[in-house]
C-alpha cells in the first residue's frame, strides 16, 4: 500500500521569503503522480501543482515549483515569494492507478 | 472553467437519518470519487465510480454507503444511517479519462451528525 508522510505539522514565515514543504511516499509502482494540494480555510482543495514520476524534470508553476527526488521517494514544494494569501494547509498526494493518498497536511501560515 | 459543484455547502442531521449528499461532477468527465477529511485530519479515499458502477472503494465504505449516478450529471452519496463519527467533510472529485491524472475537487460538503 501507498503512504504520504509530511513531517512538518506546522510551518510560518515572512510574507516574501521562501518556503519549502517535505514530502516522502512509499510505493512500489513505477508508474504514477504526485500532486500538492492547498486547502485554505473555506476548506476547498486546489490543485497547486503536479508532476508525473516519468519526468525527470522539476514541475514549475508561477511561483510553486517542487523538488522530485524519485530515488529517495521525496517530493517537496517550494513557494517563492510567498504571499499572505498562500496561508492555508497543503496536502501532498500520491496517485497510482485509481484514488489518491494523501499525506496529513503542513499547515503553512503567511505572517506579514 | 468549468468546475465540480456540491450541495448542499453544510448538512445537520440527527444520528440514524439518512442522508444524500450531491455533486455535478466537469460534464465531459468519466471517473468519479468521494473522499472524507475528519476536522484535523488528512483526506481519505472512500470509492471511485466509473461506467456507473463502483471501480474500487476503501474500507470505510461499508454496506452504509451508497453511490449513484441516477442521471447524465449527478453524482451522489448516500449514508443510510448515520453515525457521529460520520461527521466530516465529504469532496466529490471528477476526472477526465484513463489517460488523464489529475482529479479536480469540488467545495465539499460539512456534514454534522448530532
Known amino acids: 500500500a501507498q503512504t504520504v508522510t509530511q513531517s512538518q505539522p506546522e510551518m510560518s514565515v515572512q510574507e516574501a521569503e521562501t518556503v519549502t514543504l517535505s514530502c516522502t511516499y512509499d510505493t512500489s509502482e513505477n508508474n504514477y503522480y504526485l500532486f500538492w494540494y492547498k486547502q485554505p480555510p473555506s476548506r476547498q482543495m486546489i490543485l497547486v501543482i503536479r508532476?508525473?514520476?516519468?519526468?525527470?524534470q522539476n514541475a514549475t508553476e508561477n511561483r510553486f515549483s517542487v523538488n522530485f527526488q524519485k530515488a529517495a521517494k521525496s517530493f517537496s514544494l517550494k513557494i517563492s515569494d510567498s504571499q499572505l494569501g498562500d496561508t492555508a494547509m497543503y496536502f501532498c498526494?500520491?496517485?497510482?492507478?485509481?484514488?489518491?493518498?494523501f499525506g496529513q497536511g503542513t499547515r503553512l501560515t503567511i505572517n506579514p | 472553467e468549468p468546475e465540480v459543484t456540491q450541495t448542499p455547502s453544510h448538512q445537520v442531521t440527527q444520528m440514524g437519518q439518512e442522508v444524500i449528499l450531491r455533486c455535478v461532477p466537469i460534464s465531459n468527465h468519466l471517473y468519479f470519487y468521494w473522499y472524507r477529511q475528519i476536522l484535523g485530519q488528512k483526506v481519505e479515499f472512500l470509492v471511485s465510480?466509473?461506467?456507473?458502477?463502483?471501480?474500487?472503494k476503501s474500507e470505510i465504505f461499508d454496506d452504509q454507503f451508497s453511490v449513484e449516478r441516477p442521471d447524465g450529471s449527478n453524482f451522489t452519496l448516500k449514508i443510510r444511517s448515520t453515525k457521529l463519527e460520520d461527521s466530516a467533510m465529504y469532496f466529490c472529485?471528477?476526472?477526465?479519462?484513463?489517460?488523464?491524472?489529475?482529479?479536480?475537487f469540488g467545495p465539499g460538503t460539512r456534514l454534522t451528525v448530532l
Open positions: 508532476q508525473e514520476a516519468y519526468k525527470q
Open positions: 498526494a500520491f496517485k497510482g492507478a485509481q484514488k489518491l493518498v
Open positions: 465510480f466509473y461506467n456507473n458502477e463502483i471501480s474500487e
Open positions: 472529485a471528477s476526472r477526465v479519462d484513463p489517460r488523464a491524472d489529475t482529479q479536480y
